[in-house]
C-alpha cells in the first residue's frame, strides 16, 4: 500500500517562506507523477504546482515565480519551496501521487496525503 506524508506546514507572516514535504513509501513505480494541490475554506481543491519522474514541472498561475516544486526519487519525496507567501495562500495543502492508465475519470493508481495546514497572516 502507497503512503504519502505531508509535513513543513505552518503559521507564517506574509512575506514569509515555508517548505513542504512529501514523503512516499510503498510500492512506486519509477515512472510516475507528484504534485501539490490545496484546499481554502469553501473552495474547491485545486492543483498548485506537479512534477513528473524526469522533472517536467507545472504551477498554477497565481504561483508562478514564488514557488519552487522539486523531487528526489531516490528518497521518495517531494518538495514545495513557498515564497513570498501571500494571506491568499492560506489552506490545506496536500501531495498525490498517480500512474497508469487514464480512463477519462481517474487514473489507475492514485493516492494521497492526509494534508497539512498553510496559514499566512497579513
Known amino acids: 500500500q502507497v503512503q504519502l506524508v505531508e509535513s513543513g506546514g505552518g503559521l507564517v507572516q506574509a512575506g514569509g517562506s515555508l517548505r513542504l514535504s512529501c514523503a512516499a513509501s510503498g ?7 507528484m504534485g501539490w494541490y490545496r484546499q481554502a475554506p469553501g473552495k ?6 506537479g512534477i513528473a519522474s524526469r522533472g ?6 497565481s504561483v508562478k515565480g514564488r514557488f519552487i ?23 490545506v495543502y496536500y ?8 480512463d477519462y ?3 489507475e493508481y492514485d ?12
Open 27 to 33: 510500492s512506486i513505480p519509477s515512472i510516475n507523477v
Open 44 to 49: 474547491q481543491r485545486e492543483l498548485v504546482a
Open 56 to 61: 517536467v514541472t507545472n504551477y498554477v498561475d
Open 69 to 91: 516544486i522539486s523531487r528526489d526519487n531516490a528518497k521518495n519525496t517531494m518538495y514545495l519551496q513557498m515564497n513570498s507567501l501571500k494571506p491568499e495562500d492560506t489552506a
Open 95 to 102: 501531495c498525490r501521487v498517480y500512474w497508469g492508465r487514464y
Open 105 to 107: 475519470t481517474q487514473y
Open 111 to 122: 493516492y494521497w496525503g492526509q494534508g497539512t495546514q498553510v496559514t499566512v497572516s497579513s
